[in-house]
T-cell receptor, first 114, second 112 residues
Framework: NAGVTQTPKFRVLKTGQSMTLLCAQD?????MYWYRQDPGMGLRLIHY???????AKGEVPDGYNVSRLKKQNFLLGLESAAPSQTSVYFC?????????????FGQGTRLTVV | GESVGLHLPTLSVQEGDNSIINCAYS??????FIWYKQESGKGPQFIID???NMDKRQGQRVTVLLNKTVKHLSLQIAATQPGDSAVYFC???????????WGLGTSLAVNP
């Protein structure tokens, strides 16, 4: 049971480049999330999804887009990377209500934008 | 530009001592609370949760206490071990969308 898998684990981008981060979960979870974590700070929610085909904005959505075409996958896109997007990105998934709300996290993607 | 991050609160304890990590939550409507542990270079990992109809819940070596009157949550770790060194986050859940609201975290350092 792999849990939540993120790819890639590390990436360096030049300003203005685009990329897609992939998150895959094999737990049949309905909810999936993308967070960013900056040094000395907690996690901030970028976007989330409550089910296949749905997405919603979190607290810091600007500069990012997401898609949930399949239940097990949640993609995070950066159309034009900026140095302010240098961060560690975590994907998570969870059940909701009645099955526990604890989220399972991937190992993170460390992104540097130069 | 260079971002300026906040410095995490740090708790330093001796191996074998008990640790208490505190968290103040923001929303009086929150009805579910979770503690996560994040080791260096890894994603957060679920430790224990508690619903608002309880004031205490125990797990293996960990206890969570909830005081709804002052909106305070604490995580107690018994007989702290070097492997407990990590950043600990509390999170609250409220509202119809049931999103997690994260605290800033506390860094726990265990001295041998």
């Amino acid at each position: 049971n792999a849990g939540v898998t993120q790819t890639p684990k590390f990436r360096v981008l030049k300003t203005g480049q685009s990329m897609t981060l992939l998150c895959a979960q094999d737990m049949n979870h309905e909810y999936m999330y993308w967070y960013r974590q900056d040094p000395g700070m907690g996690l901030r929610l970028i976007h989330y999804s409550v089910g296949e085909g749905t997405t919603a904005k979190g607290e810091v959505p600007d500069g990012y887009n997401v898609s949930r075409l399949k239940k097990q996958n949640f993609l995070l896109g950066l159309e034009s990377a900026a140095p302010s997007q240098t961060s560690v990105y975590f994907c998570a998934s969870s059940y909701w209500e009645g099955r526990g709300a604890e989220a399972f996290f991937g190992q993170g993607t460390r992104l540097t934008v130069v | 530009g260079e971002s300026v991050g906040l410095h995490l609160p740090t708790l330093s304890v001796q191996e074998g001592d008990n640790s208490i990590i505190n968290c103040a939550y923001s929303n009086s409507a929150s009805d579910y609370f979770i503690w996560y542990k994040q080791e260096s270079g890894k994603g957060p990992q679920f430790i224990i949760d508690i619903r608002s109809n309880m004031d205490k819940r125990q797990g293996q070596r960990v206890t969570v206490l909830l005081n709804k009157t002052v909106k305070h949550l604490s995580l107690q770790i018994a007989a702290t071990q070097p492997g407990d060194s990590a950043v600990y986050f509390c999170a609250e859940v409220a509202g119809n969308n049931r999103k997690l609201i994260w605290g800033l975290g506390t860094s726990l350092a265990v001295n041998p």
